[in-house]
């Protein structure tokens, strides 16, 4: 999630993989605004899951194409960004919570990990295979002003024909 970290590569399948063996499930037909509006859906649902008052960082989503498929055909979502507790110590709290929600609703935790960054930051790694959605969450409990960095991640989704995919 930083430079600073040196962390292994998130678990995530966000449920079956698809036939090119990426790991990244299909998760159907959408258009970059459907599947663009679930992420953000799902972003909202963890900030929610944390249960402490917090600010979230401003970034949106972003489209990329899928791993050993045509670009023009599939893409997938992502939405990276930080949630800061307006108390430091609720930082703790909130990946208690987040551990708690994250086993409900078809969530699934599938891994959990302290990182070999020098602060062994906690990772959480949660899929939701009905929505084909993954999540990666790093406590940064250690820092001056403690956070979470979240990413929130969609299966691959073909674009409907006719659909020009915007890649950002």
Known sequence: MTDDDITKPPTTSAGTPDETGSGIPDAGTATVDEAVASVKAVSSQIYDFTGVPGTASKPGPGVKACSG??????????????????????????????????????????DSYRDNSPHKSLNLIADNDSRKMSVWIVAYSERATPSLGIEVASGCYRAPEGETIKHF
């Open 69 to 110: 498929k045509d670009p023009d055909k599939h893409f997938q979502v992502y939405h990276p960004w930080n949630f800061k507790p307006d108390s430091g110590t609720d930082n703790d709290v909130a990946m208690k919570n987040l551990r708690e929600k994250l086993s409900t609703g078809g969530w699934v935790i599938k």
